[in-house]
C-alpha cells in the first residue's frame, strides 16, 4: 500500500493514506520510518486517535523516553507529556516582545541539545488548539547544511561549537534581544524548575546522522555559544562570532523552515538529529493542549565538555 504524500511548505511532508487505528503492516511501518528520515517533518491529519494510540505509533519509531520534566507527565501514560497552556503556570512561561505580552514563545532549538545526548526525536499531538498564533515551527538543518557554499563546508569540517545552558534568555549569546523583556515570573536559574546545572555540550559543526548519514549543520540558536579554540583554526574571536552569527540567520531562512498552525488532531512528528523547532507563544489566557510523546536519543551526538 502506498502513502500519500503532499509537501508542506518549503520542509517535510503530510502522510495520509492510512487508518491509524487498524493494523499497520510491517511494510507500512517501514515506509513511515523512511519517510520521516527522508524529509524529517511529518505531518498526519485527521487521524482519529486516543492517547494509547499515540503512545502505540510513536514505538513504530523507536523506544520511547520519560521526559525529565516529570511535573509534566500524565499520570495514566508515563510515556505521554503534557504541554498545556492557559492556566496559572503560564506566568512562568511569560514574556515580553516589543511591549506586547506572550506566553510560551520558545527560540529555534532541538530538545536535550545542552545534553549533548538529544533525543532522536518527537511526535506531537493537538487536543486544544490556538485560534490565533501559537504556532510551531520546523527547520530542516541537513537542507541548511546542504545550501552552504563549499568554501564554509570546508571549514565548518574543521570547527567545534559549544553551547552553554541557561535559564535566563537574555544571557544567551545568539538569539534576537530586540525588544525583549522578561516576565516578573521568568525562572532565573535552573534550581528554580529542579533542573541540574548543565555543563557545556560540545558539538562538530557538522554532525552526520547517525542513521541516514546526511550531514545537517549542527547550528541552533538557543544556547549557542562559541566556537571552540578558533584561533587554532585560523579564525579570530571576532571572525568566529561574526561566522555564528551568519550561520544562525541562514539557518532560519524561510527556505529550510516550516510554521505549523495547528488543527485540532493534528500530529507532527520530527527527527531531532536533523530538525530544529521553535514556538511563537500565543496571547495571555489562551487555552493549548498539545500531548507530546518521545523517541529516545540512543546515540550521543556531542559531548559535556570537562576541559577546553
Ligand atoms: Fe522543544
Known amino acids: 500500500m502506498a502513502l500519500t504524500l503532499q509537501a508542506l511548505d518549503n520542509v517535510g511532508v503530510e502522510v495520509s493514506g492510512f487508518d491509524i487505528n487498524k493494523p499497520l503492516t510491517e511494510e507500512i511501518k517501514a515506509e513511515l520510518t523512511s519517510?520521516?528520515?527522508?524529509?524529517?517533518?511529518?505531518?498526519?491529519?485527521?487521524?482519529?486517535?486516543?492517547?494509547?494510540?499515540?503512545?502505540?505509533?510513536?514505538?513504530?519509531?523507536?523506544?520511547?523516553?520519560?521526559?525529565?520534566?516529570k511535573v509534566n507527565i500524565s499520570e495514566q501514560y508515563p510515556e505521554l507529556f503534557v504541554l498545556e497552556n492557559g492556566g496559572e503556570k503560564d506566568k512562568f512561561s511569560t514574556a515580553y516582545y516589543h511591549g506586547e505580552e506572550v506566553v510560551g514563545r520558545l527560540d529555534w532549538h532541538m530538545d536535550l541539545h545542552y545534553t549533548a545526548r538529544?533525543?532522536?526525536?518527537?511526535?506531537?499531538?493537538?487536543?486544544?488548539?490556538?485560534?490565533?498564533?501559537?504556532?510551531?515551527?520546523?527547520?530542516?538543518?541537513?537542507?541548511?547544511?546542504?545550501?552552504?557554499?563549499?568554501?564554509?563546508?570546508?571549514?565548518?569540517?574543521?570547527?567545534?561549537?559549544?553551547?552553554?545552558?541557561?535559564?535566563q534568555r537574555r544571557h544567551m549569546r545568539y538569539v534576537d534581544l530586540e525588544g525583549y523583556e522578561p516576565g516578573p515570573y521568568s525562572p532565573k536559574n535552573p534550581t528554580d524548575i529542579g533542573f541540574p546545572d548543565f555543563a557545556d555540550a560540545v558539538y562538530p559543526m557538522v554532525v552526520t546522522h547517525p542513521v541516514s548519514g546526511r550531514k545537517v549543520l549542527e547550528i541552533v540558536e538557543q544556547f549557542l555559544d562559541r566556537v571552540i579554540t578558533p584561533q587554532q583554526f585560523g579564525l579570530s574571536n571576532d571572525e568566529s562570532i561574526e561566522l555564528l552569527?551568519?550561520?544562525?540567520?541562514?539557518?532560519?531562512?524561510?527556505?529550510?523552515?516550516?510554521?505549523?498552525?495547528?488543527?485540532?488532531?493534528?500530529?507532527?512528528l520530527w527527527d531531532n538529529w536533523r530538525a530544529m523547532h521553535c514556538t511563537t507563544g500565543t496571547k495571555p489566557g489562551v487555552k493549548r493542549i498539545i500531548n507530546r510523546t518521545t523517541i529516545e536519543g540512543d546515540v550521543t551526538l556531542g559531548r559535556v565538555l570537562t576541559a577546553e
Open 35 to 69: 519517510l520521516w528520515y527522508e524529509h524529517a517533518i511529518l505531518l498526519f491529519r485527521d487521524q482519529d486517535i486516543s492517547p494509547e494510540k499515540q503512545i502505540e505509533f510513536s514505538r513504530i519509531f523507536g523506544p520511547l523516553e520519560i521526559h525529565p520534566l
Open 118 to 167: 538529544p533525543n532522536h526525536g518527537a511526535l506531537l499531538r493537538a487536543l486544544v488548539v490556538a485560534e490565533e498564533d501559537g504556532l510551531t515551527g520546523f527547520g530542516d538543518l541537513a537542507k541548511a547544511y546542504d545550501a552552504l557554499d563549499e568554501k564554509t563546508k570546508e571549514l565548518l569540517e574543521k570547527l567545534e561549537v559549544a553551547y552553554s545552558f541557561s535559564m
Open 245 to 268: 552569527e551568519r550561520l544562525v540567520a541562514h539557518t532560519k531562512s524561510p527556505e529550510f523552515t516550516y510554521f505549523h498552525k495547528w488543527r485540532e488532531g493534528d500530529m507532527v
